[in-house]
């Protein structure tokens, strides 16, 4: 049985990524209005401060402080908001303490810092040694908590790796190999009906063949992992077209009953749907041929007569069954190819094979057990209702429920790539606004509230794109502490996977987000110009948008 399609993986749901400031009437509040270290020069005879030139800083200060006072807050409280200088014009400073002072030397952006008005950046002030200039009125603070003596360069959070989703692991139980590079895993389901078959076939063979006791078991344990062997084969079968059609295949999957080979892309055209789907079944017909010609000249009522002959019904009733007309079965792919190729529609194809699937589920339900009883599948009709009766009722209701559900997933996935067009990378890309490395989040914040952009970009000096700045980082950092963080220290570095065409649509869009997991994606115009920042978060809820419409 072949089967097409992909899912994608839930992440983490963040409608805003940058702050909105509030009214003038509220400073406190106000990360645009806050002014940022070091852009406050001393205060004029008035008491009000004067703002600083860019790229002049009195030389030998410390980042604008305030005078701590019976109304500050309390100690170990990054400060929310600059307040006038007193009536003596002594220079600002946030409240100290133990905890504020290691901030302000540890987090202070004394080397760099952009204006928040102009955008330009401030020169570096003095180092330690440098003497105040007289008359400056340098603030004094308590002793259990000194200002340090020059503020220190924002700091950038540890970097390590990027951080990203981790690959998705196939879940398909035991890995077994990877023939042309596909990989196969038997599920854990598998080794229950492998005990069933070792089961059934060891109680048939104890009336074919009694002198064996209890070896009969060792050998229906081996007629079932050849069984399965076969099964194999018949996918790989798939996977071969399936890669000649340069199709590709996410894993080949052995479970309870049979095995599925997971073509990540449907054919182009419905003559290649056709083959990829009959090419198992007739590799099936082919096994059970070799398997009656080997058996030809061994004797009969032998241990290998008896497999051989086995191995031939068994790949029979694989044929046969896949090939009837109903979805997921390879039979309904090819009706659906057909009816493709009548109507010049897929979905047509689709919604006709699924139909006739879910119909060949009841029959199935309802005739595989009249069929037993009646003996036409080769044994006596029981008069009455026995274990045997049960287990093919069981096995009857679970074929069923296996065809239905399949038939209702193939309906679901053709919906599904029936609306994969609508989405397009550059209608569901946000609005970004570059920023340099030692931007502090803060002004970088206020950038994007005033440009109505909802992504930071990572510029260097060329206006080249560095990295991202994620907006779970963002989120993560209390508005006390974002003047003193710099975006480099919340970004993303680029790399090449992550930046995606602004004309990308539909599957191509999602086969390059799942080449490469991220949470956001650095959107480019073909000449190479940044057009924004595409979420996968945004490309997700576009998806289950799509999904909800009627076909």
Known sequence: MVESGGSGRSRPDN?????????????ATDLAQTPDPGTAG??????????????????????????????????????????????????????ASDDDSRTAAGDGNANGT???????????????????EPGTGRPTTSASAPAPAAPAPVPSLPKGPPPQRPPEQPRGGLLMGRPFGVPVYVAPSWFLVAALITWVFGNQLDRVLPELGALRYLVSLFFAVAFYASVLIHELAHTIAALRFKLPVRRI????????????????????????????????????????????PVERGTVPGVLLAGLMISNLIVAIFNLLPGLPLDGGRMLRAIV????????????????????LAVSVLIGLPLLTQSGALGSGAEDSVGMDTVTDAL???????????????SLRMARLREHLPELRARTLTRRAVPVETHTPLSEALRRANDAGARALVVVDANGEPLSLVREAAIVGVPEHRRPWVAVSGLAQDLSEGMRVSAELAGEDLLDVLRATPATEYLVVEETGEIFGVLSAADVERAFVKAMARPS
């Open 15 to 27: 409608e805003q990524s940058a702050e909105h400031p509030a009214t003038p009437a509220s400073p």
């Open 42 to 95: 001393p205060a004029t005879p008035d008491g009000e401060p004067t703002p600083r030139p860019s790229g002049t800083p009195q030389p030998g200060e410390a980042a604008p402080a305030e005078a701590p006072s019976a109304q500050d807050p309390p100690a170990g409280t990054a400060p929310a908001e600059a307040r006038p200088a007193d009536d003596e014009g002594a220079p600002q400073t946030p409240p």
């Open 114 to 132: 952009a204006d928040p008005a102009t955008g330009a950046q401030d020169a570096p002030d003095a180092g330690p040694e440098a003497e105040p």
């Open 253 to 296: 999957q052995l479970q309870f009953f049979g095995g599925v080979s997971e073509i990540e892309k449907e054919a182009e055209t419905p003559g290649r749907e056709f083959w990829l789907a009959f090419v198992g079944p007739l590799l099936s017909l082919v096994l059970a041929g070799v398997f009656y010609l080997a058996m030809q």
């Open 340 to 359: 493709w190729k009548i109507t010049g529609r897929p979905m047509s194809g689709t919604v006709a094979a699924a139909w006739v699937g879910r119909a």
């Open 395 to 409: 096995l009857a209701a679970i074929l069923a429920a296996i065809i239905w559900t399949g038939a209702g997933n």
